[in-house]
């Protein structure tokens, strides 16, 4: 560097010379194979010196230079870029410029450096030969440096792309949008200098993509955190009055919904989600569910009542049956000893089998429709008997039979269907009302005991059947049930007072047997359908029927109703 002072006097007139030389481009212009333009030298902003003479100008920019060399030799290449620059501005020789562009080049500045040697190979005079026996020849550096901007334009650039969440598919465009490098997210990609698109892609996640310039030989790493793309979660929940509640995969839990419109819809990106439903006397339901983005999630939720146990009522029935049922089997003696003895046995019996033999948490729609069945095996038999034959000593054994065998009918029933309350007490208020129809219409007819059992068995039998037909179809609970029950027995109270007003008011003739239970029968009727319009409200139907339209693949419209269940 120190060559360079002594010869500043006869250079100062060669500044503005230029070679031509194919390989190397021009200030501003654009590269071509990358598309990112030579960046804007300090060298192009000098300030003019046109007062200072031309010993002035050696001298200041000598002292320039050799501040410069001295922060070079420092290792402090920016202060040395900065003094270099001064000196060129000063005395534009064209060697400089080689210094300045290898400072640069130290200081990792590769696209600023290969700038300056290319401003460097364009300054060497055609004709400019060696300063002195041991200076280089400019020819030959010029062509050495030509090779140098090669090798530093080929440095690669190392990119790379971190994401969230990690895994996704990294791709580089170059201006001309081919494919430069392509990896996964924290793979390092390497390219040349240059403008680029990153395209970042992840399934189920939104595709990014963001523009960067990329300087030669210089690393970059890029966070980018993508956006899940959006389902639809649907969700309908019985009973309407239950809550929801979403627990998201960061293990975020929120409730959603707004109680008492039993259904939920919201867009949520796509992923593994819990879903929680509770209510008021309900078991609380948990379900995994996974939203497919760009894709609607169906969810429907049914909330089981909290169980409850029928232990107690059981073990109280069994004692009370199995008394019954030992007495009325011990009935087929005329001997009341063995019939007190009988009652004692079936006591003790139906207490300590119930207490010892039924689990603690038997449900207690198991349990009712024991109850139920015993209660209806021994009506079913007494009558079946009546039929057949006059003899007590036959009638009485069948109630017995029937206790038994309709109670562990209707405690397999209840542990194989897993009954609830509800159902149990549909089937038991079918089986009552059934029963109380088929007494009042024998009695409506005063019919012998014959016709009376035949009525009792048709309504039994019908009552029966209807309860069980309506759990199919309705979800009606115990209370609703107890409600109906109480309304059918004000009906037939009324229908028995309205009787006995108008047999006042009308003739002693209208107070016959038959007219009495005429009159109950309809009271009864009455208040069942009463009862049961008033409280329709109070359940949700299984079976729920919607209007629709289709059409035929002829084309014709066509109008109904569809039910699901």
């Known amino acids: 560097m120190r060559v360079w002072v002594s010869a500043v006097a006869v250079?100062?007139?060669?500044?503005?010379?230029?070679?031509?030389?194919?390989?190397?481009?021009?200030?501003?212009?654009?590269?071509?194979?990358?598309?990112?333009?030579i960046p804007v030298l300090e060298i192009e902003e000098c300030a003019g010196h046109d007062q200072m003479t031309p010993d002035e100008l050696r001298k200041a920019a000598a002292e320039h230079f050799d501040r410069g060399e001295t922060l070079y030799?420092?290792?402090?290449?920016?202060?040395?870029?900065?003094?270099?620059?001064?000196?060129?501005?000063?005395?534009?020789?064209?060697?400089?410029?080689?210094?300045?562009?290898?400072?640069?080049?130290?200081?990792?500045?590769?696209?600023?450096?290969?700038?300056?040697?290319?401003?460097?190979?364009l300054e060497v005079p055609p004709d400019a030969q060696k300063l002195g026996v041991c200076g280089n020849d400019p020819q030959v550096d010029k062509e050495n440096v030509a090779a140098?901007?090669?090798?530093?334009?080929?440095?690669?650039?190392?990119?790379?792309?971190?994401?969230?969440?990690?895994g996704a598919k990294v791709a580089l465009l170059d201006y001309q949008?081919?494919?430069?490098?392509?990896?996964?997210?924290?793979?390092?990609?390497?390219?040349?200098?240059g403008h680029y698109t990153v395209v970042v892609e992840h399934e189920g996640f939104k595709e990014i993509s963001r523009d960067i310039d990329v300087d030669v030989g210089k690393p970059y790493t890029i966070f980018s955190k993508l956006d899940a793309l959006q389902g639809r979660l649907r969700v309908r929940v019985v009973p309407a009055d239950a809550r929801l509640f979403l627990q998201y995969p960061n293990g975020d839990k929120l409730q959603i919904g707004i109680a008492g419109t039993g259904s939920f819809e919201s867009p949520l990106p796509g992923g593994k989600y819990r879903l929680y439903a509770e209510a008021p006397g309900r078991v609380t339901v948990a379900r995994d569910i996974e939203l497919i983005a760009d894709k609607d999630t169906p969810v429907s939720l049914?909330?089981?009542?909290?169980?409850?146990?029928?232990?107690?009522?059981?073990?109280?029935?069994?004692?009370?049956?199995?008394?019954v049922a030992g007495g009325t089997l011990a009935g087929a003696s005329d001997n009341a000893g063995i019939v007190l003895t009988g009652v004692g046995a079936g006591l003790a019996g139906g207490f300590f089998a119930s207490y010892y033999a039924t689990p603690h948490d038997i449900p207690l729609g198991t349990s009712s429709l024991t109850i139920t069945s015993s209660l209806v095996g021994g009506v079913a038999f007494v009558n079946t008997a009546t039929l057949f034959t006059d003899t007590t000593r036959v009638r009485?054994?069948?109630?017995?039979?029937?206790?038994?065998?309709?109670?562990?009918?209707?405690?397999?029933?209840?542990?194989?269907?897993?009954?609830?309350?509800?159902?149990?007490?549909?089937?038991?208020?079918?089986?009552?009302?059934?029963?109380?129809?088929?007494?009042?219409?024998?009695?409506?007819?005063?019919?012998?005991?014959?016709?009376?059992?035949?009525?009792?068995?048709?309504g039994l039998g019908m009552g029966t059947l209807g309860g069980v037909l309506m759990t199919r179809y309705f979800q009606v609970s115990r209370g609703r049930a107890a409600l109906i029950d109480v309304g059918g027995a004000i009906g037939a109270l009324v229908g028995y007072g309205t009787h006995g007003i108008v047999s006042d008011q009308t003739s002693a003739a209208g107070s016959s047997g038959a007219s009495q239970a005429s009159y109950t029968l309809g009271g009864m009727i009455t208040g069942l359908l009463l009862s049961g319009v008033l409280t329709r409200n109070m359940d949700a139907p299984?079976?729920?029927?919607?209007?629709?339209?289709?059409?035929?693949?002829?084309?014709?419209?066509?109008?109904?109703?569809?039910a699901d269940w």
């Open 148 to 166: 140098r901007i090669k090798v530093l334009r080929n440095l690669r650039a190392k990119i790379r792309v971190n994401t969230d969440p990690p």
């Open 396 to 458: 009485a054994p069948a109630v017995g039979v029937g206790l038994l065998l309709g109670g562990g009918v209707g405690y397999y029933a209840g542990r194989r269907t897993h009954i609830t309350p509800g159902d149990a007490a549909v089937i038991n208020s079918g089986a009552i009302w059934g029963t109380a129809t088929g007494l009042l219409f024998s009695a409506s007819f005063e019919a012998d005991d014959k016709i009376s059992s035949g009525l009792v068995l048709s």
């Open 11 to 37: 250079c100062v007139a060669l500044g503005s010379a230029r070679a031509d030389n194919g390989d190397v481009d021009t200030p501003g212009a654009d590269r071509g194979y990358i598309g990112k333009p």
């Open 73 to 121: 030799v420092q290792g402090d290449y920016h202060g040395a870029v900065t003094e270099l620059v001064a000196a060129y501005c000063f005395a534009p020789y064209y060697a400089v410029l080689k210094d300045i562009g290898q400072a640069y080049e130290r200081e990792l500045e590769y696209e600023k450096a290969i700038a300056y040697f290319e401003k460097y190979v």
């Open 177 to 193: 949008g081919t494919v430069a490098a392509r990896g996964s997210s924290g793979d390092e990609l390497a390219v040349l200098g």
């Open 302 to 323: 049914e909330l089981p009542p909290v169980p409850q146990f029928g232990r107690r009522q059981l073990i109280a029935y069994s004692t009370l049956a199995g008394s």
């Open 542 to 562: 299984k079976l729920v029927v919607a209007p629709t339209v289709t059409k035929t693949p002829a084309g014709t419209t066509m109008f109904g109703i569809g």
